[in-house]
């Protein structure tokens, strides 16, 4: 089971990006797709983007289509989420997760491991 570590949350206000990192180790990173969930208060985990093994698809949320990008860099085991056009509605704890398939999974039981999490925050 993977070990993964999320970083780069915080406060912005309403129009501005962050970009979250996620720190892969104790597993076969470069074997298995990678996503990122999010959770807003009073409500449940949602799906936000997820990326299959080697970078080459990837899948959004419609919510976040066209305002969010996720890539991952094998190499270092590192995954990430560039978040542009932030918008309140975005404020959630952001969770970094390793699949057990290869594919990028919309279905949150196809992954196996999951990080702590990270506090985005848009203001308006």
């Known amino acids: 089971q993977m070990i993964l570590v999320e970083s780069g949350g915080g406060l912005v206000q309403a129009g501005g990006s962050l970009r979250l990192s996620c720190a892969a180790s104790g597993g076969t990173f470069n074997w298995y797709g990678m996503g990122w969930f999010r959770q807003a208060p009073g409500k449940e985990r949602e799906f936000v983007a997820a990326?299959?093994?080697?970078?080459?698809?990837?899948y959004y949320a419609d919510s976040v289509k066209t305002r969010f990008t996720i890539s991952r860099d094998n190499a270092k085991n590192m995954v990430y989420l560039q978040m542009n056009t932030l918008q309140p509605e975005d404020t959630a704890v952001y969770y970094c997760a390793a699949g057990s398939v290869a594919g990028a999974s919309q279905r949150d039981y196809e992954y196996a491991s999951w990080g702590q999490g990270t506090q985005v925050t848009v203001s308006s």
């Open positions: 990326i299959n093994y080697n970078g080459g698809s990837a």
